[in-house]
Structures are given as C-alpha cells and as structure tokens.
C-alpha cells in the first residue's frame, strides 16, 4: 500500500516521466536512490506508453490513410493522458489494455 507521505515525494518523480521518452529516463535516474514506490509506478507506465508510441508510429507510417494516422495518434493520446492524469492526482491507476504488462515487463527497471 502506497502512504501519502510516499506518494507526495515520488509525485514530481512520477509527472517528470510523461513528459517525453527523456522525461522518462531522468525520472528513472532521479528515482534510483530513493526507490519510491509510487513514482516507479508511473515510471514504467510511462515508459511503456513511450515505447509504445514509437512502435505504433512505425506500424502506421507505412499506412496512407489519414483515419489509420488518427486512430493512432488519439489511441497515444489517451493513454498517456489517463496515466498523466493519475500521476497528478497521487493514484496509482493501471492504463487500459496495457498497463499489465509495462509492469511485469519494466518490474526489474525501477
């Protein structure tokens, strides 16, 4: 169970690794010492939409159609909307569809 006090020191941790794959990987480096619980959450939520989002891209950029390239483009989005979304309101929600497996995936990482 993740406590208030952990949530409030791994929650600028947690919001720095949406903010772009480098984003991610300074939140991975910041958290290393601390190995705050909440902010490795969101840690590998992030890094999963990341990664994500640049296999999706080379997926749909063989494509031509502009409703595929919106189709991706929105499905990114929300993703990383609902996890940004979790991380500024201190809760440690698992993303759609996926969120399982970054954490299983990336559990060794942070």
């Known amino acids: 169970m993740t406590t208030s006090e952990e949530i409030k ?4 941790n947690a919001i720095v690794a949406y903010f772009t794959i480098i984003g991610c990987i300074i939140a991975i480096f910041m958290n290393m010492e ?7 959450f969101h840690i590998k939520q992030a890094l999963g939409i990341h990664i994500l989002y640049f296999l999706l ?3 749909v950029s063989g494509f031509n159609s502009w409703l595929i390239t919106f189709s991706f483009w929105l499905f990114v989005f929300i993703l990383w ?3 940004f979304i979790g991380a500024l309101q201190g809760r440690k929600t698992i ?3 996926v ?3 970054f954490q299983k995936w990336f559990n060794k990482l942070a």
């Open 9 to 12: 020191h791994g929650k600028s």
């Open 34 to 40: 601390s190995k705050n619980k909440f902010a490795s």
């Open 57 to 59: 891209l080379a997926l």
């Open 81 to 83: 909307v609902y996890g």
């Open 95 to 97: 993303i759609p569809l």
């Open 99 to 101: 969120g399982e497996y």
